[in-house]
């Protein structure tokens, strides 16, 4: 399977605890997304990265999230001390920057329950 | 402010209805994406318009963006149960930027 993918798919932790998820983009691919999505709505914009280089973070990536992507490969996002507002899924995307038709490829997500 | 509104939110039709979705911006786009996403999995690319005015076929799902290129819209026609879904539309400059979605429910 070449696509995007991402570990683990679920995890539930208790509020006050770190979790780190990881996304393996498809191999070729110089750009990597990530977004936080809550029941019934788009996808939000967290950060990205060019390669390894991150480029972009959102106002909604505060202090307690942090992300790498330290070979330009594979990139992980770490959560501390979490929150239950920070339940929701976690969505990985990447892509080949080809003008207007550059394409994003998600992954299946990891989904997040604090309690 | 969203950079994308999408509408409506929830649309809840019978199979063989047509429908209209609705993406709306006061900014100016290069180009325009639109998505599909099914529950537990990542969205889908469905088609990228370019040019303002452009009409995109795919099967039954027809895709205009408008001629200011600031708004874009998705016209299903005889809708089918395996419509049923989150459509998101979405902008790349840099980074990537979704609309909250329409989520569409077509009943047998």
């Known amino acids: 399977d070449t696509g995007v993918s991402q570990n683990p798919r679920h995890k539930i932790t208790k509020r006050g605890q770190n979790v780190t998820f990881r996304c393996d983009p498809i191999?070729?691919?110089?750009?990597l997304y990530w977004y936080r999505q809550t029941l019934g709505q788009g996808p939000e914009f967290l950060t990205y990265f060019q390669n390894e280089a991150q480029l972009e973070k959102s106002r909604l990536l505060s202090d307690r999230f942090s992300a790498e992507r330290p070979k330009g490969s594979f990139s992980t996002l770490e959560i501390q001390r979490t929150e239950q507002g920070d339940s929701a899924m976690y969505l990985c995307?990447?892509?080949?920057?080809?003008?207007?038709?550059?394409?994003?490829?998600f992954g299946q997500g990891t989904r997040l329950t604090v309690v | 402010t969203q950079l994308l509104e999408q509408s409506p939110q929830f649309l809840s039709i019978q199979e063989g209805e047509n429908l209209t979705v609705y993406c709306n911006s006061s900014s100016v786009f290069s180009s325009l994406q639109w998505y599909r996403q099914e529950p537990g999995e990542g969205p889908v690319l469905l088609v990228t318009?370019?040019?303002?005015?452009e009409v995109k076929k795919l099967k039954r799902l027809t895709f205009q963006f408008g001629d200011a290129r600031k708004d874009s819209s998705l016209h299903i026609t005889a809708a089918q149960p395996g419509d049923t879904g989150l459509y998101l539309c979405?902008?790349?400059?840099?980074?990537?930027?979704f609309g909250a979605g329409t989520r569409l429910t077509v009943k047998p």
């Open positions: 995307a990447s892509s080949l920057i080809r003008g207007v038709n550059t394409e994003a490829f």
């Open positions: 318009v370019v040019t303002g005015g």
């Open positions: 191999s070729e691919h110089n750009r």
């Open positions: 979405a902008v790349l400059n840099n980074d990537m930027r």
